[in-house]
């Protein structure tokens, strides 16, 4: 009795200590921010911890924030969307097609070397300073990852088992259905985490980008566009930092949210 | 032996003959040549023979997933032009989806395979709850191949090759993966499955590669014996062991006689084999 009381709170201890050892230093750094911040003088620019809560709490207030986070999120789930059908059907045919592979892999691959930033110019050209430009930027960063995590994952499923299916008597393009694309299911959804991670980056840079051009008022929106408003026009550090984290945070939860839904999607894999 | 000569034969292979380039040299290598092998409705067959001897390859000959660069292979005196769901194929690693559970492991080509099958839901769901129960599948039918044994992966590959309904059984080393005893176990069952106590007619048909004598004579009609360099049957030996045939049936000197017979015909090369290695 004793020792199994004594081993569940060494294990709850343990289980703290790791929490505390995590939160430790961001918890000095920001201490540290903070007592740097209180030796300046009061009317600086200069961010600090207690201003970026306020800044934090009236952006959210106003609904400023959440309005430019959805409609970031929005940009970043509909181009992922667009990626995720492009990328894993072509993925699939290239992945088991040895032609249709020697045909397209010199055009995927001098592509894919151009970073999604490098784009925009045309895409300003082409789809205007609204949500089109940079949604078309979100589309080209995910599709990437996506279609080359695809192909990996068709290359790795085992031949055995198409193989077997043949045997069965299933149609070549059941085949595909059926045998090929859940085979290829780890790859797709490492592709779709991945997808996701850079479509997020990008659609932070293009919106600032796209501030760059239309200026506050701009009607590009997101929260890119907020970040270069603070930026150009209010100098408002305190909204940036906000931003940031803002960003940050929400990465970490779609990166979670894709963790959970490997585990209900791949149940065979735990 | 009188039904086996009046029924045309099954299986007919014909002075086949598989080559390749290999791949490093572009050298053209013999797989196997000159095979001519014929096997009656009914018959269980098993092909023995060391390492390298091309037995796997005879095998994905017959189920239409190589071709024979050589020769002519007829299955129900029509040749054999690609894998089809009358020939079923177990692998020697089972060949499991592992994203599926063992029942629709077993019903895959009962859904998805020779399209037109007349195969209500329901029907299918019957006919897979059958075969199920005759491999002794019931209670774990809902579990991911990864969290069934070997020996009971075994029966999930077997369940899905007699569920789709072949006529001709090829199995590759079915049971090389398990443990010794599991391994008795299953043979007696794998007959029993087979046919062996319906009548030759009902039987199906059955090609069996292993690598195991005793294995071969314990379950096989015939036994082919193969040899390497090139691939090629050297011989073919009538196993004139009474069916059903029981464990006991080990202890019997005729089994000795018969295992040392092709011992001897496989021992030469094998000895040879270990000693390039």
């Known amino acids: 009795m004793t020792t199994t009381t004594g081993s569940t709170a060494s294990a709850n201890g343990s289980r703290w200590n790791a929490v505390l050892y995590a939160t430790l230093l961001p918890a000095i750094l920001v201490l540290a921010w903070q007592a740097w911040a209180m030796t300046l003088p009061a009317d600086t620019r200069a961010p600090s911890p207690a201003r970026a809560v306020a800044a934090f709490v009236n952006l959210v207030a106003s609904g400023e924030l959440i309005l430019a986070t959805a409609q970031s999120l929005g940009r970043v789930l509909a181009g992922f969307a667009f990626a995720l059908l492009a990328g894993v059907g072509l993925g699939v045919l290239m992945g088991s097609s040895r032609r249709i592979r020697d045909n397209l892999d010199p055009i995927v691959e001098s592509f894919r070397p151009i970073a999604p930033m490098a784009i925009l110019p045309i895409a300003i050209l082409w789809f205007g300073t609204g949500t089109a430009a940079s949604l078309s930027i979100v589309t080209y960063a995910a599709f990437f990852p996506m279609l080359l995590n695809t192909i990996h994952g068709v290359s790795r499923v085992d031949r055995k088992l198409v193989l077997a299916a043949m045997t069965m008597g299933v149609p070549r393009l059941r085949i595909l259905t059926k045998v090929v694309v859940p085979g290829a299911l780890p790859g797709v959804l490492l592709g779709s985490r991945l997808a996701m991670g850079v479509a997020w980056t990008a659609i932070i840079a293009a919106e600032l980008a796209v501030g760059a051009k239309t200026g506050a008022g701009g009607t590009s929106g997101g929260i890119g566009q907020m970040m270069f408003v603070f930026f150009a026009y209010s100098i408002d550090l305190n909204g940036i930092v906000v931003c940031m984290i803002v960003v940050g945070v929400v990465a970490l939860l779609i990166d979670r949210l894709f963790r959970v839904a490997e585990y209900w999607l791949m149940p065979w894999r735990q | ?277």
């Not at chain 2, 190589?66 to 020769?71: E, W």
């Not at chain 2, 090629?232 to 000795?256: C, H, N």
């Open chain 2, 1 to 277: 032996m009188m039904t086996q000569e009046t029924l045309a034969p099954k299986l007919r292979l014909r002075e086949v003959g598989r080559q390749f380039v290999a791949p490093g040299t572009g050298q053209l290598a013999t797989a196997v040549t000159g095979v001519n092998l014929e096997v009656a409705t009914g018959e269980f067959v098993c092909v023995c023979g060391p390492s390298g001897c091309g037995k796997s390859t005879v095998l994905n000959l017959i189920a239409g997933l190589d071709v024979p660069s050589a020769g002519t292979i007829e299955a129900n005196g029509k040749p054999i032009t690609g894998p089809g769901a009358d020939r079923g194929v177990m692998f020697q690693d089972y060949a499991l989806m592992p994203w599926m559970s063992a029942f629709d492991n077993i019903g895959f080509g009962l859904r998805h395979g020779t399209p037109g099958k007349p195969f209500t839901p329901e029907q299918r769901e019957a006919r897979i709850r059958q075969f199920v129960d005759l491999v002794g599948l019931k209670g774990s039918e809902k579990k991911y191949p990864h969290q069934l044994s070997g020996g009971m992966r075994q029966r999930v590959a077997l369940a899905r090759l007699l569920a789709n309904g072949p006529d001709i059984l090829l199995m590759d080393e079915p049971l090389g993966a398990l443990d010794a005893q599991t391994r008795l176990i299953l043979q007696v069952e794998l007959l029993q499955i087979w046919g062996e106590t319906a009548p030759v007619g009902e039987r199906k048909t059955a090609v069996f590669i292993t690598h195991d004598i005793d294995e071969a004579v314990f379950l096989g009609d015939r036994v082919v014996v193969m040899s390497t360099l090139p691939g090629r049957v050297k011989a073919i030996i009538p196993i004139d062991l009474p069916r059903p045939r029981t464990e006991m049936i080990r202890a019997d000197a005729s089994f000795s006689i018969l295992v040392e017979q092709i011992w001897s015909l496989i021992r030469d090369e094998a000895y040879r084999a270990i000693h390039e290695k």
